[in-house]
């Protein structure tokens, strides 16, 4: 095994030349100052070199403590023990040198290894506080993490385009982003608490605390519409969300909702609606135009001959002298004419009597409720609310359904359009009952205009109506399904609106 | 000009285009009755496809008929140049169609039904129209047919008086002598059998005009 050279004196001056320099230099200082001072005090070498021993020791390690106890010990043999500058000592010196080498190679041990352990603390003290500088750098850096996520956080609220809130275990309300904030225009402090929730529209607040309770109640989800009063005092539609925030327990920690605005979404759907309704309003004239239409053409057509034959055979009478052969010919044809005529009355007729004749057990509440669900959109669009009153006890009845439904929802359709302009309550009552065990009497009640007294004797009749574009067909169809079920149809009227009622035998 | 061929005015003919037979026969029998002839058709196309020059009278077109409506045979007529007064028979409320018929230049509208006088009167006119329309027709084709016998240089001649210049400035123009260009418009006002320049002047104005 090759030993490096570098490595040899390397050693050599760790482990030779630099502790014996120690100790020679801590000797040599110790013995230049004995001199002078044995004049003053005596023995003064005694603590002197202790202290050169202990210094060297101190400074250059257990090796230079040892070579300067060894050094001391020659020095102190040489110089200060009789007989002096000899290497031999007298015989009652002997137990005292002795002793001044133990004492000193002692010395050189404590102070050695009180040094080894000083330098020991000094570098565990040292490599602590370097721990400690590190572990405060990584807090500050994750300190400043923390504070960027809060901030981009923040900044993601308040960016978002709706209106975010957060309330806490209880329900009140504790941060609204900016969006909200900007939206009802005050202090996002002052909205804390219930505030933020006396923006709603007074008719909206109700539904809103209740599903807003409902949810607080079993911890669940919850969704609203209501109208919310902005900076400038008008309402616009909101959708109003809230989920709750669990912890690990399972408890509630904090409610986050949100305001989405849906006021441009809602009067779309509203001018859709509009629309739907005006179209088919437009379908349903433009069909009777066109049927109207098609038979004043086939009436035409025959009256049209009709005429010309009576003025040719009027004429073919009154020339001179009478044509009565051409005259005879014109009057045949009048009659013809005539009975086509009536033929197309009649095929007209049956073209609006019903084609098939239906009937079937049909739970008329069943239909009733049906229809509630398919008006409602319609009752949105008048803001109208419909009650349902439907007695349990009314059976199934033999009639066409498809019909029967027609007539309710033409009598549901009157009452909305006759609440158009009605301020109190806007309701339309349906209601089913069983009369006598014999007759379901089904009832439509609005609260709308009512009905004038020269309006309930006609309004049954064919082509009568109150309405602008009304076709004054409604109630006369209404009247002719219903007598075709050999049931009643009538109406009455109070201050408070008009009813309709229809009647159908249980038996029929 | 009392040399012209009279159009004739006693062979006008009522021409029915309409598709219900009822109302067909009724009218053949009561414009019968009032002394003029009929012909009917069931279709605007069969109308076309029995259709000769020499018919006289009027149209009575239904407006709705099967196939091509009464409004498109107008328009046919019309493009043809084939100026037969028409009287359109329409039910009550086509006042689109009516307007369209209108335009196109429908003699009278009759709205079904009608009285007899209505179709009768409106006839008359018709045919009366279709006299002048006749007669212009025919001068105008007598005096293409003299136009037609004269020789270029003729022509050439006759065009320049009828704009009113002298002889001189004739000759000028057409670099003749004013002996040649008072030839010429002898010859010209002989084969035109204008009496007068102002005759001439006419003749020229009939055959100009659109």
């Known amino acids: 095994m090759g030993v490096d050279p570098d490595r040899i004196s390397n050693w050599l001056v760790a482990f030779v030349v630099r502790p014996f320099a120690i100790a020679v230099f801590f000797v040599f200082l110790a013995l230049l100052w004995t001199f002078p001072l044995q004049h003053v005090i005596a023995y003064p070498f005694v603590f002197l070199f202790f202290g050169a021993i202990m210094c060297s020791a101190w400074f250059g390690g257990y090796t230079a403590g040892s070579m300067a106890v060894v050094l001391s010990s020659i020095v102190v043999t040489f110089f200060f023990v009789p007989p002096f500058y000899s290497m031999s000592i007298a015989r009652e010196f002997r137990s005292y040198v002795a002793a001044f080498a133990l004492c000193a190679m002692a010395i050189a041990m404590v102070s050695s290894s009180r040094r080894h352990s000083e330098t020991a603390v000094k570098v565990a003290r040292d490599q602590l506080e370097i721990r400690v500088q590190e572990r405060t750098a990584e807090l500050q850096r994750s300190n400043h993490e ?16 709706q209106q975010i809130w957060q309330a806490d275990a209880g329900g009140r309300v504790q941060y609204c982003n900016g969006n909200l904030v900007e939206y009802m225009g005050i202090n996002p402090n002052e909205l804390r608490g219930d505030v933020l929730f006396t923006f709603l529209h007074p008719e909206d607040a109700a539904p809103f605390f209740q599903s807003w309770e409902e949810a607080r109640r079993v911890n669940g989800k919850f969704e609203v519409q209501a109208r919310v009063r902005g900076v400038n005092d008008a309402y616009r539609w909101f959708l109003i969300r809230s989920n709750p925030q669990f912890a690990e327990s399972g408890e509630v920690l904090c409610w986050y909702g949100v305001y989405i605005d849906v ?4 009067r779309a759907q509203q001018e859709l609606l509009v629309a739907q309704d005006d179209l088919a309003r437009l379908s349903r004239t433009l069909s009777m135009a066109e049927m109207a239409a098609s038979i004043a053409h086939e009436l035409n057509q025959p009256l049209t001959a009709l005429v010309a034959d009576a003025h040719a055979c009027r004429r073919w009478l009154n020339v001179e002298p009478a044509n009565m052969e051409r005259a005879v010919a014109s009057s045949e044809r009048i009659v013809r004419e005539s009975t086509r005529a009536s033929e197309v009355v009649s095929r007209i007729r049956s073209l609006f009597s019903k084609s098939a004749y239906v009937r079937e057990a049909t739970d008329i509440n069943h239909l009733i409720e049906d229809l509630a669900r398919l008006l409602r959109d319609e009752a949105l669009r008048h803001e109208v609310s419909i009650k349902l009153r439907l007695s349990r006890d009314v059976p199934f009845i033999m009639v066409d359904p498809v019909q029967i439904r027609q007539v309710i929802l033409n009598l549901a359709t009157n009452g909305m359009e006759a609440m158009e302009k009605t301020v109190g309550i806007r309701e339309l009552e349906i209601s089913s009952e069983i009369l006598r065990a014999r007759e379901v009497v089904v009832t439509v009640r609005d609260h709308g205009v009512g009905l004038a007294e020269q309006t309930m004797s006609k309004m049954f009749n064919p082509f009568f109506s109150t309405k602008l574009e009304g076709t004054g067909m409604g109630l006369a169809i209404c009247r002719s399904i219903i007598e075709a079920h050999d049931g009643r149809i009538w109406a009455d009227a109070s201050d408070c609106g008009a009813a309709f009622h229809f009647s159908l035998g249980v038996n029929t | 000009m009392n040399s012209e061929p009279a159009p004739d005015t006693q062979n006008q003919t009522a021409f029915i285009v309409e598709d219900d037979p009822s109302i067909c026969e009724a009218l053949c029998d009561l414009i019968d009755s009032a002394g003029m002839s009929t012909q009917h058709y069931s279709s605007a196309e069969a109308f076309l496809d029995a259709w000769t020059p020499d018919m006289a009278g009027c149209l009575v077109l239904d407006v709705r008929l099967p196939g091509m409506s009464g409004i498109e045979l107008q328009g046919i007529l019309t493009e043809a140049g084939l100026s037969f007064p028409i009287i359109m028979m329409t039910a009550h409320g086509d006042v689109p169609m009516v ?13 079904k039904p009608f009285q007899d006088d209505e179709l009768l009167q409106a006839l008359e006119q018709a045919f009366s ?41 004739i000759a000028d123009s057409l670099d003749l002598s004013l002996v040649t260009v008072k030839l010429y418009r002898g010859q010209v006002m002989g084969k035109m059998q204008a009496n007068s320049l102002a005759d ?6 009939r055959i100009k005009a659109p």
Request: net charge positive.
């Open chain 2, 200 to 205: 001439l002047v006419k003749m020229s104005e």
């Open chain 2, 99 to 111: 307007r369209k018929a209108m335009k196109a230049g429908a003699v009278e509208f009759l709205t």
């Open chain 2, 129 to 169: 129209r279709d006299r002048a329309l006749r007669t212009a027709k025919t001068l105008e084709n007598s005096i293409l047919g003299r136009v037609g016998t004269l020789t270029p240089r003729e022509r050439q001649v006759m065009e320049l008086v009828t704009t009113g210049i002298t002889n001189k400035e």
């Open chain 1, 146 to 161: 923390i504070a960027e996520r809060e901030r981009q956080l923040r900044l993601l609220t308040e960016a978002i385009p």
């Open chain 1, 263 to 266: 006021e441009d979404q809602r």
